[in-house]
């Protein structure tokens, strides 16, 4: 088993530098890739439906308790390489994990990004190339430090044109360009 999380881990970093960093739908990735600041907590969840959903949940509490004892570490990953495959299930997950942020006293410390192998923006058509900038080899949330993200956008000028600007990259390149390193993502072994 520890393959398999060696290979997802692998995975998911390449597409972080070829996707997200590659054509900077993120501005602030490079630099944290570069300091090796990213942590990618694989999750190995397996078993029955119910346990394992509420067990992720857990986890992703855990894994904002690891960021508050580990300042070193700007930002996590959180993938789910067994579960949630369904986006509309993992789009129900989201929404307990964002109550749960809240809940458990995480409300404006951590916000949560989410990506998705079949993620598709609400009012796009599934094979809109825009979903590329939140598609991922497997679903993940990324757990963001809120005041951190605060000073990188007041050094950015006009952050709110980020989104935009992703959507118009993608569409450029397209859907056959963007799912074929999504696959050579995919196609990676953890020692490659």
Known sequence: MGDDIHKVESQTRHWVEQVIVGFNFCPFAKKEVIRNSIRYAVLNHKGKARDTFFDALDDVIKECRNLDE?????????????????????????????????????????????????????GESFDDPSNYTNRSPYPTLHIIREA?????????????????????????????????????????????
């Open 70 to 122: 580990h300042p070193e570490i700007e930002t996590t990953l959180v993938v789910f390489p067994f579960l949630l495959t369904s986006f509309d299930e993992f789009l129900d997950f989201l929404g307990f994990a964002e109550q749960l942020l809240i809940d458990s006293g995480y409300e404006g410390v951590y916000q949560l990004a989410n990506f998705h192998p079949d993620y598709r923006f609400e």
């Open 148 to 192: 951190t993200m605060e000073k990188v956008l007041a050094n950015i000028a006009d952050p709110e044109e980020i989104p935009e600007r992703n959507i118009r990259v993608a569409r450029e390149l397209g859907n056959q360009k963007l799912g074929d390193i999504l696959s050579a993502c995919m196609a990676l072994n953890s020692n490659d």
